[in-house]
């Protein structure tokens, strides 16, 4: 199975958490010939390099993180695919190393320029054939959902999110402990 991961606030810790929304605003339609955003190299930019260092560079592992990936990467191909600029890729790159995970997942997705996350990460679903995706931001977890992706995970480990109703094809999981048990629950092991 193909299984995407979020990285802010559900791979790596966020200063503030993430609060729920109920009811997310709708997500525009994905541009024709989106492919086509991914195929570009991004530029050198040394100030948004900067930027991204100074937003993202501090940020902890989430406590339950390393046993949880290293559980689904002996079992399926993981992919992070997160919302974060293509120019800080040299960070994702050493934040990886540092956590011994640069080896284990089957790659990263960064966002272009011109897709919101909420699109890139259905652009990446599509383009990669992701089966499961797991997020802590209920616009996107909700577009996921709505859009086919067919197994959606809204991370909700601050209990914000309440009992709202969900769309089909979306639970919510407290831990990334819940997510990986509900997946071996309903999936079988496609080891590479």
């Not at 402990?177 to 997946?183: H, I, N, P």
């Amino acid at each position: 199975m193909r299984v995407s991961f979020d990285f802010d606030g559900v791979l790596c810790l966020t200063p503030f958490g993430r609060l729920a929304v109920h009811e997310p605003k709708p997500v525009p339609e994905l541009p024709a010939g989106y492919e086509a955003l991914y195929a570009d190299e991004p530029r050198a930019n040394p100030l948004r390099l900067a930027v991204e260092y100074a937003r993202f560079a501090w940020r902890k592992m989430a406590p339950d993180a390393p046993e949880v990936l290293g559980d689904l990467c002996a079992r399926h191909d993981v992919w992070i695919v997160t919302g974060r600029s293509e120019y800080g890729a040299p960070l994702m790159r050493r934040w990886l190393r540092k956590h011994g995970l640069e080896r284990k997942i089957a790659g990263v997705r960064m966002a272009p320029r011109g897709l919101r996350p909420p699109q890139h990460k259905l652009a990446t679903a599509r383009m990669l054939g992701i089966e499961a995706h797991i997020d802590d931001d209920p616009r996107t977890a909700y577009h996921l959902a709505r859009e086919g992706v067919p197994r959606v995970y809204l991370l909700d480990h601050a209990g914000a999110h309440g009992d709202a109703p969900l769309p089909g094809g979306l639970a919510l999981v407290r831990t990334l402990r819940e997510f990986a048990d509900a997946l071996f629950a309903g999936a079988p092991d496609t080891a590479r």
